[in-house]
């Protein structure tokens, strides 16, 4: 049987022992897609605090943050839809959700990856 776990399990199997790079690779290759890596158009769901407002005032997210796919119901806090625009995001919010964003210094806007919220809007979703 052959599956993405099939590096893992050999690593552990008597038989077939396997260098601890090769166990290393196989956890690399899991690292989840982040808001830096979304494509134009693309659209995904995020954390809240990923939004974050530089000393002036201006919004941005941090690219650096893990994109999903989808919301579902197991991530409750995956509340925040975001889609890739040319020179940055649209995040749309649930209405009646609030929560207060994270301040940063500016030097911090290549460090997180950081990319220009060009807009906010209200929607509503159901689980």
């Not at 899991?30 to 659209?43: H, K, P, Y």
């Not at 925040?80 to 749309?92: I, N, Q």
């Amino acid at each position: 049987m052959s599956d993405d776990l099939t590096p893992f399990r050999k690593a552990f199997d008597d038989d077939s022992r396997q260098s601890y790079a090769d166990v290393m690779r196989f956890f690399e290759q899991r690292v989840e897609d982040t808001i830096a890596d979304m494509e134009l158009g693309q659209v995904g769901w995020t954390v809240p605090w990923a939004i974050c407002v530089d000393v002036g005032g201006q919004v941005w997210i941090r690219g650096d943050y893990a994109i999903h796919n989808e919301q579902s119901p197991s991530h409750q806090t995956i509340q925040l839809r975001v889609e890739r625009l040319h020179d940055g995001v649209a995040v749309t919010v649930p209405r009646g959700y609030k929560w207060s964003a994270e301040e940063m210094r500016n030097e911090y806007l290549r460090d997180w990856k950081c990319l220009l919220v060009l807009g906010v809007k209200q929607g509503t979703w159901v689980y």
